[in-house]
């Protein structure tokens, strides 16, 4: 390895800015592509995937890589935007490699693989030369001990692995979104998403599912012993919960909403008494309510909640008691940016929007969105006929119904992406 600049660890990459030579961020980096090879060879690395600010991730060919730094990864500035698809021949580093369980071939000791090292050689490919393990064997002294050895000097790559843990692919996105997540396990094979998955915790791995696509959904809900799939739709706002359990079949919805806390199952059957494209099955029976008396500052204080998307953080709603829904009646809404001019004293009864009659339950989708787009919201009340609130329709939910099923992965040529082979070079 004469003459080969300093190494580079895998793991440090995960979620690093790409450049042009512009300095203009073109995206991220998501994970390192390789290719193994025979004969105990070092795997040759053959790119960076790359999410681009379209969330679409793409191959980014080492070639086209001028420089790898510390906090960033430079490129020549062509870019093939097609969306990366994984070759047979191919692994991703992060995503199937990292947790691999490997044996030392010096002692026979088995480790568990936390990160890996890549090096350019004078030929100017990039091999995976450097593993980082942690010994898992009592064997040694130390238990957890940990080393970088060569490539040759640990076996156990190439072969099938059930129950392959997560833990160190977990640390590499720790402060990744939840929407950025999906995006990794969606390019992952069933296996290694289910794996993952049993590593998360509910709350992360509810914030998951609720960007995936449904199919995806079912298949790791599936994954999950039935206690804990119920647990992880607790977690989940009611619509998405209510969504997702609509795709199960009969039996299982109902063990799931049976085994799920009686208050949290109301709210999902209650959505599930809805048609799907309707303003009832549309929205959430969880926004932001105020009695009367509430201020300023009490409805500040609610949406600085972390758990509220942008969209139901916009708007606050006031009601009588009760304040879950069905509330009492529906008195009107509080814009958060007219709030916020106010005095955190001011009763927010006192500038509240009482002019707009809210949408009722049976609304279709169309109506839905013609409201939001007459009134300029990205929220809107959903009424019964004595004036009840009984949800609230956001307009990120408003979009995934109005945008194909698989716009996630649908590629749009009239946004200038252009078609091109996946290839090394």
């Known amino acids: 390895m004469t003459g080969s600049p300093s190494r580079v660890y895998v793991a440090r990459l995960a979620g690093l800015p790409v450049y042009d030579p512009n300095g203009d961020q073109v995206g991220k980096v998501r994970d390192v592509v390789a290719m193994m090879r025979q004969d105990d060879q070092p795997p040759r690395v053959l790119g960076l995937v790359v999410e681009v600010f379209t969330r679409r991730r793409i191959f980014l060919p080492m070639t086209r890589v001028t420089s790898v730094d510390v906090g960033h990864v430079i490129t020549t500035g062509l870019l093939n935007v097609r969306r990366f698809e994984q070759r047979p021949t191919e692994v991703l580093v992060l995503g199937e490699l990292l947790d691999r369980t490997v044996t030392i071939t010096d002692t026979g000791a088995t480790a568990v693989v936390y990160d890996m090292a890549m090096e350019q050689w004078r030929t100017r490919d990039w091999l995976l030369t450097k593993v980082a393990v942690r010994e898992g064997s009592k064997r040694f002294r130390s238990r957890g001990q940990t080393y970088v050895l060569d490539w040759r000097d640990v076996t156990g790559f190439t072969q099938d692995e059930e129950g392959q843990g997560a833990t160190h692919i977990l640390a590499a996105f720790e402060s990744m979104r939840a929407a950025d997540l999906a995006g990794v396990l969606h390019d992952l094979s069933a296996k290694r998403r289910k794996e993952i998955a049993a590593a998360l915790d509910d709350e992360r791995l509810a914030d998951v599912l609720e960007e995936l696509p449904e199919d995806i959904q079912v298949e790791i809900l599936d994954g999950l012993d039935t206690e804990r799939a119920a647990d992880v739709l607790e977690e989940m706002s009611p619509d998405d919960a209510a969504d997702l359990i609509a795709e199960l ?146 307009v990120d939910d408003v979009l995934d119904h109005l945008l194909p099923d698989d716009w996630r992965e649908h590629d749009r040529s009239d946004h200038g992406e252009q078609e091109g082979d996946h290839d090394a070079s």
Request: net charge negative; with cysteine; aromatic share 4%.
């Open 249 to 394: 079949p009969t039996e299982t919805a109902e063990r799931l909403l049976t085994l799920m806390e009686p208050d949290e199952a109301e709210d999902v059957r209650r959505l599930l008494t809805y048609e799907e494209h309707t303003a009832g099955g549309l929205m959430t029976s969880e926004p932001v309510i105020l009695p009367v008396d509430a201020t300023v500052a009490d409805a500040l204080a609610h949406v600085r909640n972390a758990d509220l998307s942008p969209a139901l953080a916009a708007m606050i709603y006031v009601c009588r008691p009760p304040l879950e829904t069905p509330t009492g009646r529906f008195i009107g809404i509080g814009h958060i940016q007219r709030l916020l001019r106010e005095p955190p004293s001011e009763l927010v009864s006192a500038v509240l929007d009482t002019d707009l009659d809210g949408l009722r339950p049976d609304d279709s989708l169309q109506t839905v969105s013609k409201y939001l787009a007459t009134y300029n919201l990205v929220a809107a009340p959903v009424l019964d006929d004595e004036g009840r609130l009984l949800g609230a329709v956001t």
